[in-house]
């Protein structure tokens, strides 16, 4: 069965930068389309930003602009979230999803989540 | 943008009896239409997607239903194990967006 597992989660002020990574085993990573999940503790599920299987393509929630990159490494089975320009409001769980073969898909294999914590 | 709408937002209930969950949609989403069950210090787990189809390994208490703009989760006999709280989400290429959860307790 595959697993996910995320790392580079911490502690950083407003304004200030963090690399988010998750690492891939179990499955075929590089025909898979990945994303980035968050949630707030005690509350819902946002979408962050997924990527396909070849980075051809990927996409942002609303709420990035234009802060955040995602990125992958089909050689190294990783996926990256590059976040920039960090607010208060960014503080949360970060999980590492994949959607399977298609971008367009449910959620069907989560990682337990890097904590962001976003406080001055 | 299409917003979900989940009710209610908290839901009491006994073990053996039979609960719905409705996610309504702010326009036509077809069936692209998920359901996941979050339990506290986990990460959600995938239940159902395209509004019916059930997860391999998911018990078959757990059914889906709709189309269009209106959903239901519908669990007939309630276990222990299903005491959590549960989101629907609709997907689509770069689009994905959660209804705000209903927390099943126990009455």
């Known amino acids: 069965e595959g697993q996910l597992q995320e790392s580079g989660g911490g502690v950083v002020q407003p304004g200030g930068s963090l690399r988010l990574s998750c690492v891939v085993s179990?499955?075929?990573?590089?025909?898979?389309?990945m994303h980035w999940v968050r949630q707030v503790p005690g509350k819902g599920l946002e979408w962050v930003s997924g990527?396909?299987?070849?980075?051809?393509?990927?996409g942002y929630g609303d709420f990035v602009k234009g802060r955040f990159t995602v990125s992958r490494d089909n050689g190294k089975n990783s996926l990256y979230l590059e976040m920039n320009s960090l607010r208060l409001e960014d503080t949360a769980l970060y999980y590492c999803?994949?959607?399977?073969?298609?971008?367009?898909?449910?959620?069907?294999?989560w990682g337990r989540g890097t904590a962001v914590i976003v406080s001055s | 943008d299409i917003q979900m709408t989940q009710s209610p937002s908290t839901l009491s209930a006994s073990v053996g009896d039979r609960v719905a969950i409705t996610c309504r949609a702010s326009q036509n989403i077809n069936n692209f239409l998920a359901w996941y069950q979050q339990k506290p210090g986990r990460a959600p787990k995938l239940l159902i997607s395209?509004?019916?189809a059930l997860e391999s390994g998911v018990p078959s208490r757990f059914s889906g239903s709709g189309s269009g703009t209106e959903f239901t989760l519908t669990i007939s006999g309630l276990h222990p194990d299903d005491f959590a709280t549960y989101y629907c989400?609709?997907?689509?290429?770069?689009?994905?967006?959660f209804g705000q959860g209903t927390k099943l307790e126990i009455k």
């Open positions: 395209r509004a019916s």
């Open positions: 179990g499955f075929t990573f590089d025909e898979y389309a």
């Open positions: 999803v994949t959607t399977g073969l298609s971008v367009a898909d449910a959620f069907d294999l």
């Open positions: 990527i396909s299987w070849d980075s051809g393509t990927w």
């Open positions: 989400q609709n997907y689509g290429s770069y689009s994905y967006t």
